[in-house]
């Protein structure tokens, strides 16, 4: 089966507008840029071949020099972003460990015995905890003292 290609039309120079071009590989061979088309519109464009009449344009129009800095910027601003996304998962992580943690004590008050008790030294170690392990060890502990009270009177 034959297939007939046909060419897509090609845009005149002086109607193309590029903005932030940039290289995508290590070889300096291909571009990706955003073109501005006359309408307005923006469509990315990536753009191989030194043979190619807009990465020719393109290399004329805005320089090595520049192209590296855009790349070097680009880079930059993804290792920022990349950087920050981390920050933000450690923080959500945080975030979710303190709620949990905070559900633990909460749970843990709840138990009648504990509500109950006079043991003011145990129930302030509970409500310091600093993990959900720490909150059950002092909770037992507390509930293990109030059985031996219990059983003693």
């Known amino acids: 089966m034959e297939y007939e290609v046909t060419k897509a039309e090609e845009t005149p120079k002086a109607q193309k507008q590029w903005e932030f071009p940039?290289?995508?590989?290590?070889?300096?061979?291909?571009?990706?840029?955003?073109?501005?088309?006359p309408s307005g519109e923006k469509r990315v464009a990536?753009?191989?071949g030194e043979?190619?009449?807009?990465?020719?344009?393109?290399?004329?129009?805005?320089?090595?020099?520049?192209?590296d800095k855009n790349t070097e910027d680009?880079?930059?601003?993804?290792?920022?972003?990349?950087?920050?996304?981390?920050?933000?998962?450690?923080?959500?992580?945080?975030?979710?460990?303190?709620?949990?943690?905070?559900?633990?004590?909460?749970e843990?008050?709840?138990?009648?015995?504990?509500?109950?008790s006079d043991n003011k030294e145990l129930k302030k170690l509970i409500r310091k905890a600093k993990s959900p392990m720490e909150v059950n060890a002092y909770t037992t502990i507390l509930l293990m003292k109030e059985l031996e009270n219990e059983s003693t009177d």
């Open 22 to 37: 940039y290289w995508t590989n290590k070889d300096n061979h291909h571009i990706s840029a955003t073109m501005i088309l």
């Open 108 to 116: 843990a008050f709840e138990i009648p015995v504990v509500k109950k």
């Open 74 to 106: 680009g880079l930059r601003r993804r290792e920022e972003n990349i950087r920050k996304a981390a920050q933000r998962k450690e923080t959500e992580r945080m975030r979710m460990e303190q709620e949990q943690l905070f559900q633990v004590k909460l």
């Open 46 to 48: 990536s753009v191989q």
């Open 51 to 67: 043979e190619n009449p807009d990465y020719i344009a393109i290399v004329e129009e805005f320089g090595v020099a520049q192209l």
